[in-house]
């Protein structure tokens, strides 16, 4: 695992683009699996930075969304589908068929997970996965007590992740109960994967996630296991750990 601790949200955010976007420069038809939330708005805005000065191209790029909120409508400015519409997609030139959210209106939602990760597959899997972290530890929607075994699937979320999710919505009742997230396999079937963590918020987690035991109670853990994953950090985040990475 590679560590690498920046002095600021936008040094983070910065060196977190061009990991993505030399990853689509050297294959131009990568499949990224892409993240939602505060962390990784800055990466986006720097990626669509790059897209206008001509750095990158996204038109042979696939993508696949770790997770939306259930039920919610795509139109609802609260999904993770208006979040990548507004914070990337609509800026870049990615092509509609080539995105994949899982759908937070599926009627039948072992189908839409099954079809999900069916799709990753066959499109011959994911080469890099962007990740953030929640307080509890989640990745994606994959809360304390996880299943390593899950593929996609439907999760109910705790109540530290409506809380923290609320500061979104108007208010703490609108925040959706459950959600369609992949599963810790999907995750760790991933090619290559980044993490991203900013503020003293998630100093603790990032400690546990590294260098704590590996378990089920802190799901980022089992990313000690991956063999390909680079953490990138802000000062506050990396704060009970840099003395162990320097
Ligand atoms: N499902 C998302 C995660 O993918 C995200 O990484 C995490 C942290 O969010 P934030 O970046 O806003 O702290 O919580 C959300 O609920």
Do not use: W
Not at 75 to 80: E, I, K, M, R
Not at 153 to 169: C, W
Not at 186 to 210: D, H, P, Y
């Amino acid at each position: 695992m590679r560590i690498i601790v920046t002095g600021t949200y936008e040094e983070m955010s910065k060196k977190a683009a061009t990991l993505v976007a030399s990853q689509v420069n050297l294959k131009p038809n990568s499949i990224l699996g892409l993240a939602t939330g505060g962390t990784p708005v800055g990466m986006y805005r720097e990626l669509v930075k790059m897209y206008q000065e001509d750095e990158v191209d996204f038109s042979g790029v696939k993508t696949f969304n770790l997770d939306e909120y259930y039920p919610i409508d795509k139109t609802n400015d609260q999904s993770y589908y208006y979040y990548m519409k507004d914070n990337l997609f609509n800026h870049v030139n990615i092509d509609e068929e080539n995105i994949n959210i899982p759908n937070g209106k599926a009627k039948d939602i072992e189908t839409e997970c099954y079809e999900y990760d069916k799709n990753i597959y066959n499109s011959g899997g994911i080469d890099l996965q962007v990740l953030g972290i929640g307080t509890n530890g989640h990745i994606g929607f994959n809360e304390p007590d996880v299943t390593f075994e899950s593929g996609t699937h439907k999760v109910t979320l705790d109540d530290e992740t409506i809380k923290a999710n609320s500061r979104f919505f108007d208010s703490i009742e609108e925040v959706p109960k459950e959600a369609i997230s992949m599963g810790m396999k999907t995750i760790m079937q991933s090619k290559k994967i980044v993490l991203l963590a900013n503020g003293e918020a998630k100093a603790k987690i990032i400690e546990k996630m590294l260098f704590g035991e590996i378990s089920p109670n802190v799901p980022a853990s089992i990313l000690q296991l991956h063999p390909h994953v680079i953490v990138i950090l802000d000062k506050e985040a990396a704060k009970y750990i840099e003395d162990k990475v320097n």
